[in-house]
């Protein structure tokens, strides 16, 4: 039975299927006994093992095994009882009793199932699945002679390949019921479903991502394997690897580029930049700008966005900028920041006193320079543009129609990574190759969607 309400008939027996959220809820159904199953622990060539299942058992890949454990094996033998759904059942609708045609199956369905995996008929050349495909899919299938799945297994991000040898049904005898399989380890690339030609990226990508314990992670674009960096909040990080994140009491940790901690400042605020030598912090406070009456200066009570620069070793503030916000160093040791709220991108020398405009026919909520400094990707009416430095040759990329935020340049700057909006108000971590505007969505190892919560740097 599969995701799309398909299910197969087999022996003769007779069912009717009236939605897809029922077959699941039968095709989950595991026959009580749990069999013994044999195992052939010699290695056969390409690493190919193989292993004979029988009903409610599994295969635990890594440790090559038969299992009957749910939680440890990829893929479970299992069947469908014999049972007949229909019947008199009341209608909220109609607020009536009425008979309900429902499933009615005569027989038991012998059925392979994995949470997450692929089918296919003819052996696929390694990578050419993506782990979205893998992951977006699941196969609950019975059992043929020659059927080949890409499994992937419930102890790890591995996979594996698996082909059905033989499978031996006697009609009506589930306890006689065997299934022999060979498997295999599998290379997957990482990412979206239906990506088989996507281009294979490099280097490694941080982020505050949404659904790990330790919420800075380190991605690794070519494999989709995500490590956990440090429990932390917002992040930043300059070329030479050195991070900065505020810790659960607030305070901003500052690391080398080995992860050990070099400083602790006592600061709070939001996008918080790390100049390229260390040395110095941008962040962005909210402080109200003084009125001046008759040469008199009268606190506000109106507050805005507000860069403050700060010396990482003594915490001394140096400079402040009123109503800029989402400040970024330049490789150079200069700083990058917006106006709040109105059109204006800005260059502060790296002495800290001689604020210029870039341009002022720009509102921008967020802009990152490349490795060099001679092009900018700039965040403007939620759409991603890249720019030169000086603020000529303004172009979209990434013309995808959806809102967009969180540009990150990759180290050879023919990338750029960005966070986009999707049409069920989640998010993803998508990169465009600014050479044909190429857009490739992001996965985990497993498949799974990325999302970050603060800016991201791709890294090495």
């Given at each position: 039975?599969?995701?799309?309400?398909?299910?197969?008939?087999?022996?003769?027996?007779?069912?009717?299927?009236?939605?897809a959220?029922?077959?699941?809820?039968?095709?989950?159904?595991?026959?009580?006994?749990?069999?013994?199953?044999?195992?052939?622990?010699?290695?056969?060539?390409t690493?190919?093992?193989t292993?004979?299942?029988?009903v409610?058992?599994?295969v635990?890949?890594?440790?090559?095994?038969?299992?009957?454990?749910?939680?440890?094996?990829?893929?479970?033998?299992?069947y469908?009882?014999p049972?007949?759904?229909?019947?008199?059942?009341?209608?909220?609708?109609?607020?009536?009793?009425?008979?309900?045609?429902?499933?009615?199956?005569?027989?038991?369905?012998?059925?392979?199932?994995?949470?997450h995996?692929a089918?296919?008929?003819k052996?696929?050349k390694?990578g050419?699945?993506?782990?979205?495909?893998?992951?977006n899919?699941?196969e609950?299938?019975?059992?043929?002679t020659?059927?080949g799945?890409?499994?992937q297994?419930?102890?790890s991000d591995?996979?594996?390949?698996?082909?059905?040898?033989?499978?031996t049904l006697?009609?009506n005898?589930?306890?006689?019921?065997?299934?022999?399989?060979t498997?295999?380890?599998?290379?997957?690339r990482?990412?979206?479903?239906?990506?088989?030609?996507?281009?294979r990226?490099?280097?490694t990508?941080?982020?505050?991502?949404?659904?790990?314990?330790?919420l800075?992670?380190?991605?690794?674009?070519?494999?989709?394997?995500?490590?956990?960096?440090?429990?932390?909040?917002?992040?930043?990080?300059n070329?030479?690897?050195?991070?900065?994140?505020?810790?659960?009491?607030?305070?901003?940790?500052?690391?080398?580029?080995?992860?050990?901690?070099?400083?602790?400042?006592?600061?709070?605020?939001?996008?918080?930049?790390?100049?390229?030598?260390?040395?110095?912090?941008?962040i962005?406070?909210?402080?109200?700008k003084?009125v001046v009456?008759?040469?008199?200066?009268?606190?506000s009570?109106?507050t805005?966005?507000?860069?403050?620069?700060?010396?990482?070793?003594?915490?001394?503030?140096?400079?402040?900028?009123?109503?800029?916000?989402?400040?970024?160093?330049?490789?150079?040791?200069?700083?990058?920041?917006?106006?709040?709220?109105?059109?204006?991108?800005?260059?502060?020398?790296?002495?800290?006193?001689?604020?210029?405009?870039?341009?002022?026919?720009?509102r921008?909520?967020?802009?990152?320079?490349?490795?060099?400094?001679?092009?900018?990707?700039?965040?403007s009416?939620?759409?991603?543009w890249?720019?030169?430095?000086?603020?000529?040759?303004?172009?979209?990329?990434?013309?995808?129609?959806?809102?967009?935020?969180?540009?990150?340049?990759?180290?050879?700057?023919?990338w750029?990574?960005?966070?986009?909006?999707?049409?069920?108000?989640?998010?993803?971590?998508?990169?465009?190759r600014?050479?044909?505007?190429?857009?490739?969505?992001?996965?985990?190892?497993?498949?799974?969607?990325?999302?970050?919560l603060?800016?991201?740097?791709?890294?090495?």
């Open positions: 039975m599969r995701r799309d309400g398909r299910c197969w008939s087999y022996f003769g027996a007779a069912f009717i299927l009236t939605t959220t029922g077959a699941f809820a039968l095709a989950g159904t595991y026959h009580a006994r749990q069999l013994t199953g044999a195992i052939s622990a010699q290695k056969q060539p690493n190919i093992r292993i004979t299942l029988k409610g058992q599994g635990d890949f890594e440790r090559g095994r038969v299992t009957t454990g749910k939680s440890e094996g990829g893929l479970v033998f299992q469908i009882a049972q007949d759904t229909s019947g008199m059942k009341f209608n909220g609708g109609t607020g009536q009793v009425e008979y309900k045609v429902g499933m009615k199956i005569t027989e038991p369905i012998p059925i392979l199932a994995a949470a995996s089918r296919f008929d052996k696929p390694p050419q699945f993506t782990t979205g495909d893998v992951y899919w699941s609950d299938d019975i059992p043929k020659g059927a799945y890409v499994v297994s419930q102890r591995k996979h594996y390949l698996v082909r059905v040898l033989n499978a006697p009609r005898q589930p306890s006689r019921w065997a299934v022999k399989l498997f295999e380890p599998y290379t997957v990482a990412g979206a479903a239906g990506a088989k030609n996507a281009p990226l490099a280097g990508l941080w982020l505050k991502d949404l659904h790990t314990d330790k800075i992670v380190d991605y690794d674009m070519a494999t989709g394997r995500m490590a956990n960096v440090a429990d932390g909040g917002t992040l930043t990080m070329a030479r690897g050195e991070t900065g994140y505020f810790d659960s009491t607030g305070a901003l940790v500052i690391t080398d580029a080995g992860k050990k901690q070099t400083a602790r400042m006592r600061i709070s605020g939001d996008d918080p930049a790390l100049s390229p030598d260390g040395k110095r912090v941008a962005v406070e909210q402080r109200s003084p009456v008759n040469g008199i200066s009268y606190p009570a109106i805005m966005d507000t860069v403050v620069i700060y010396d990482v070793a003594s915490g001394n503030e140096l400079a402040s900028f009123h109503q800029k916000t989402a400040p970024f160093w330049m490789p150079d040791g200069r700083l990058l920041m917006v106006e709040y709220g109105k059109n204006g991108v800005y260059l502060l020398d790296a002495g800290l006193k001689d604020l210029k405009t870039i341009t002022d026919e720009l921008a909520s967020d802009v990152v320079p490349n490795k060099d400094g001679g092009k900018l990707a700039v965040v009416g939620g759409r991603l890249t720019m030169d430095s000086d603020g000529k040759n303004l172009r979209q990329v990434a013309a995808t129609g959806k809102p967009q935020s969180l540009p990150a340049w990759s180290p050879d700057g023919k750029i990574a960005f966070q986009e909006e999707t049409d069920s108000l989640t998010t993803n971590v998508r990169a465009v600014l050479s044909d505007g190429a857009v490739v969505t992001l996965r985990t190892s497993r498949g799974g969607a990325m999302h970050s603060s800016r991201m740097f791709w890294h090495k």
